[in-house]
């Protein structure tokens, strides 16, 4: 049988100071058809606060989702079982994630561990920056085994009063992890030790303000790339045999000449590693990059990103699409990419979701 595509989306679903509306249902499972760009919703999950961010495992069928409530100390990660033929999304169990505005979480271990990155806003309750949780044979989580704390600050007095953890990666090949900290205008590099915690291999420091959001690792290249959620710009990272980081080069993630304010938010790299694909949160928009063979980055365009607030996107496995989640439009936009250029063109075939804030898309 031939293998289809399917998207599955966080929505906000619950109100919080810092977002403009809350108008999702939850975790949504849609069909896409991949030649023509059309989405079919197939179900939802609704028992879950604030799905804001999403992993995908499709060897176990299973998906695990951040919830992002405010004013609580702690975040936690659900585990949901889910079904295409049926189809359905069944809930497996919930962890704490050791820290309050639980921002991104990642497969590691070939899918023993999930990473997780909070964010933190204040203080108090367990205040990790990043925690790592078992996942079970069946697929859910066990409570977390590991993990670490940030300490410090950086220049911008409101966005970096504190550590902000951002993403936490596992390098392929590696074994190690990387996680993005806005705060401190750093990505950190950890190994797992003998007994399963984390030890601090070393520091890669971004500009001072840059704020460092997400990462994303070239598919055969050894090279990092991370986007700038406040210095609105991505920089290319060479990774030394030791797992140590090193800047190539920085491009901006805006044209020339751009006044509005604006917050770079997500990062995506297409399947042959050619180019990077950048949101803009304020100019509404993606910025296309290509990169060179030696990592160095060139600026090759802009596209609208069909609404306002991109926030996370997801290219389809076959690298033939480019969804964009955007937040404040209850709306994902749709673009045929060309793998040649780079290039995007919108479908005009939008998926209406209300304030859609993570995409992830698989092959079945």
Do not use: W
Request: glycine letters at 12%.
């Amino acid at each position: 049988m031939a293998s289809a595509t399917y998207l599955f989306v966080g929505s906000l679903n619950r109100p919080a100071p810092y977002f403009e509306g809350a108008n999702g249902a939850g975790i949504s499972l849609y069909r896409f058809d991949d030649a023509s760009g059309a989405a079919e919703l197939l179900c939802t999950a609704d028992d879950i606060d604030n799905p804001t961010f999403l992993t995908v495992d499709p060897a176990r069928s299973t998906l695990y989702a951040s919830s992002e409530v405010f004013n609580r100390k702690e975040g936690t990660i659900s585990a949901y079982r889910y079904e295409l033929d049926s189809p359905r999304l069944q809930y497996l169990n919930m962890q704490p994630a050791l820290g309050s505005i639980t921002a991104y979480n990642s497969l590691a271990a070939g899918g023993r561990l999930l990473l997780v990155a909070n964010y933190a806003m204040g203080e108090g309750g367990p205040d990790q920056s990043v925690a790592i949780l078992p996942i079970r044979e069946d697929g859910s989580l066990g409570p977390a085994t590991a993990s670490v704390a940030h300490a410090g600050s950086g220049p911008n007095r409101e966005r970096q009063e504190r550590s902000h953890a951002h993403c936490a990666i596992e390098l392929p090949g590696h074994g190690n992890i990387l996680v993005a900290d806005l705060g401190l205008d750093q990505v950190v590099t950890y190994r797992l030790d003998a007994d399963g915690q984390l030890q601090k291999v070393g520091t890669c420091a971004t500009a001072p303000g840059a704020g460092p959001r997400h990462l994303a690792v070239h598919p055969s290249l050894p090279f990092v790339f991370v986007i700038n959620e406040l210095g609105s710009t991505v920089s290319s990272l060479a990774l030394g045999p030791d797992g140590q980081l090193s800047e190539i080069a920085t491009v901006s993630t805006l044209p020339a000449g751009t006044g509005v304010h604006n917050d770079s938010s997500d990062l995506q790299v297409s399947p042959d590693g050619r180019f990077l694909y950048g949101l803009n949160r304020g100019h509404d928009s993606v910025a296309i990059i290509e990169v060179g063979e030696d990592g160095g980055l060139t600026a090759a365009g802009h596209v609208p990103c069909g609404g306002r607030t991109p926030r996370n996107c997801a290219l389809t496995p076959s690298g033939n699409h480019l969804l964009v989640a955007n937040q404040n439009s209850d709306v994902i936009t749709v673009f045929r990419r060309d793998a040649a250029d780079g290039s995007l063109a919108d479908l005009g075939r939008p998926i209406a979701t209300g304030t859609p804030m993570c995409i992830r898309a698989i092959t079945a």
